[in-house]
């Protein structure tokens, strides 16, 4: 039996207060990452030997000489997305070619403004893969001129040369882009996004997650967001040290006064994308279950929790089509954390409870959950990671269950 990447957690679905679960977690997922990042071949994907090489000793050195920026870096999700995109081979030739020398800029480019010198990346056919690279480290971004050949990092300066060669000094921010904007700490309202499978959508009811303000303005979307994650910290007060960990940026893709849509992709952590809607208390369930799929979809990356994740298919209790066992999984441990986020707010004397919809929505959480918990504990079979968290949610379902007879 092969050692697991991390202890099997205990309360990786309703975190307990002063749960060290997703920090364990976090910790284990940053050193696969970084394992995958030395370990994958780009030149392959590529075709250049030299910066593939280049690229690779750098990471080892840092990692060894100098590791904090670059597990820094890894955290993010416009760095961490790419690496684990291209792993996973989700991509054509092209694409996987374009995503490696978008990655190697973008984490020389994260390094340059730690002040670290960086190599050099460059596209033969002067179609960089993007006309942004973007730090979440220090919420600024830098426009890449259509056309560059080439960027070479160094230090605090970013040469580009092409139809329109110039040099950017990053540690003058001034001049740099602002495309992030604050949510009290973690995470950040991103109005740019290098996610390069942002367009990918599983549910029948959505199509893409462009990147849309809706005709809001930045302050209205943080105003609302903000509004949600007040509801979070009072309610579900041991989720919001995992924000911090986990969640870096909200990406978002439009505004809807009567539903709401979120996202998130297994392969991007730290990253959800939501729709803004006049209901706090909808936006805050959309964070809690978009955030609840980040540390699911990290463990799975590292350690599968079902042997029978994606066949045969069952009813799912949330979506019109028929789900693997996996996407019900997804359900049950996305929607317990919003159902213990209404338990406090009924036993609270916030305003929103006397809403008529309130009681209504919370029965309606409860009967999902009592569906999918069954559909998942009757079916599933867990691997050796996956027995706790199964065990988790039957408790944690049988205690709600009890708590509302």
Known sequence: MSALPVAPPSDLTVPLDGSTATRSLVSAYLKFQLRTLLTTRYEVVTGDTSEAAAFRDWVGALARENPAPLFAALRRPTVGGLIRLIAVRD?????????????MAQLYF???????DGGTVSWPNGTPPTLHLLSLGHNVGVHIPAGSLSLAFH???VDVRGRASQSVDVSDRAGLLRPFHALGGLPQLATLDNNPRAEMEAHP??????LDLGEKSADEW?????????IIDAHLPAMRPEFDLVLHQVVPVGYHAERHFSASLMEVIGNIYMTLHPDSLMLAEAIVHEFSHNKINMLWSMAPLLENAFEPLYKSPVRPDPRPLFGVLLAVHAFLPVEAMYFSLAASDHPIRQHPRFEERRRQIRAVNAEAAETVLT???PTEMGVSVLDEIRRVDAAHAAALA
């Open 379 to 381: 079916n599933g079979r």
């Open 222 to 230: 943080v105003g609302g967001l903000g509004g949600a994650f007040e």
């Open 205 to 210: 009811e959505k199509s893409g997650n462009s």
């Open 91 to 103: 991509g054509d030739r092209a694409e996987l070619a374009a995503w490696a020398r978008e990655l």
């Open 110 to 116: 994260e390094l340059a403004l730690d002040g670290v």
């Open 155 to 157: 230090g605090g300066r």
